[in-house]
């Protein structure tokens, strides 16, 4: 979920996609992942899921840093008059692509392909190679696309030129407005480039698609992270020496650790150990496989870390992310509340967002809830532990001291 787009030239890897398959390779590879080095890198397995019969389908792969992997998602949908819209395109794997041409073959091509952000380069660096898979289909892009450290064209950043545009302010003017409606959020400026979100509201199964804004946490680790558990056997350690048996217990245990991660960074349920003593007790931990990062275990548990993971985890309960809460949308809270009200005024029945949980059962109510942090005097203040934050106020302290971010404004 980054608020930087690096600057990727994803035009040679669109090239490039299109002679891959005169290379052998395995049916979930992905030989571009140099573009973004995102765990796992070059292999990524994909998961189908119907969600609403012959209507509508999720895809996930996992993407992550340090074994802290969450799943990240694309979503299908089948138009009325035939054929398909894709919001938020991942790797087109073999795989992928295989189980994408599956429902192509039973619902009609590829028509629209949407990319719902400006700032996710996790999202954004697919979708060139996506469509270049897809040769009829029609680009749809978040307005205000930028790059960092150049502002670039959207061909340059492997767009295709002809038939990419930018999504019209107005959803009554797009090609597929008789199904979708659609709010944008932003543009929100923080300095390097803007913040931009765009929800997508499917009338006919009543399913609103997000990207970032708002998510839940599973308690237990979905499919798509238990194909391969290294992960979570890495995070369900205590002890650099501990040898961890792979069983659901020790797993759902490495991925509520790992989530603490993904969303604080630093959560206040760890303690880092001195660098000095992490090395050494590498040097003598049983296991320095590459799968293990050499033995290097930086970090020690607390005994009461649960409690955190339980306020985050929140019984299933809707939230924004705190990096979201923290660093981007308090610069632009009368703006995020007002397209979260336009949201809200959309009567959906589930929610699918890009990553963690999917699909949410979740109406409007549970939805506008979810930015009520943004309100004064707003019981969502002592939801999630401030203890927790304290990483990324000290990442907002020094983006604001240099200049860089503006300061938050005052809640609603």
């Not at 749809?140 to 960092?148: E, I, L, T």
């Amino acid at each position: 979920m980054d608020t930087i787009c690096i600057f990727v030239r994803l035009d040679q890897i669109t090239h490039q996609l299109s002679t891959q398959s005169r290379y052998p390779a395995r049916d979930w590879s992905w030989r571009f992942w140099y573009a973004v080095p995102l765990y796992p890198y070059g292999k990524r397995r994909t998961l189908r899921t119907e969600v609403v019969k012959d209507t509508l389908w999720t895809f996930e792969q996992i993407q992550g840093i340090f074994y802290v992997v969450v799943p990240i998602r694309m979503t299908i949908v089948k138009l009325e008059e035939g054929g398909l819209l894709v919001y938020a395109p991942i790797a087109p794997t073999r795989e992928c692509l295989r189980l994408v041409n599956e429902i192509a073959a039973a619902h009609g091509e590829v028509k629209y392909i949407i990319l719902p952000t400006v700032s996710g380069i996790e999202h954004k660096v697919f979708v060139g190679p996506f469509a270049q898979s897809f040769p009829k289909a029609q680009v749809f892009v978040a307005p205000h696309q930028w790059s960092f450290p150049l502002n670039l064209p959207l061909s340059w950043l492997g767009l295709p030129a002809r038939r990419t545009h930018a999504l019209p302010a107005d959803s009554a003017k797009a090609p597929f407005a008789d199904e979708f409606d659609y709010a944008i959020l932003g543009p929100i400026h923080l300095g390097l480039g803007p913040f931009e979100e765009v929800a997508f509201f499917h009338r006919r199964s009543r399913t609103l698609l997000v990207t970032d804004t708002v998510l839940a946490v599973p308690k237990e680790p979905p499919a798509i992270v238990q194909l391969d558990p290294t992960a979570l056997l890495f995070h369900a350690k205590d002890h650099v020496f501990d040898t961890v048996e792979d069983t659901p217990e020790n797993r759902r245990k490495g991925w509520q650790r790992m989530t603490l991660f993904a969303f604080y960074f630093r959560p206040s349920a760890i303690e880092i150990t001195k660098i000095g003593q992490s090395v050494q007790e590498a040097l003598k931990a049983p296991d320095r496989s590459k799968s293990n990062y050499f033995g290097w275990f930086p970090f020690q548990w607390k005994t009461d870390w649960q409690r955190s993971f339980q306020a985050l985890q929140g019984n299933g309960r809707l939230f924004v992310a705190p990096i979201l809460q923290a660093l981007i949308l308090n610069r632009s809270p009368q703006a995020t509340i007002d397209w979260a009200n336009h949201v809200a005024s959309w009567d959906f029945q589930r929610i699918i967002p890009c990553h963690l949980d999917s699909p949410l059962d979740a109406d409007s109510q549970q939805f506008r809830q979810a930015f009520a942090f943004l309100e004064k005097n707003s019981p969502e203040d002592s939801l999630l532990p401030q203890a927790d934050f304290e990483l990324l106020r000290e990442v907002e302290a020094g983006l604001i001291r240099r200049g860089i971010t503006p300061p938050a404004k005052e809640k609603v």
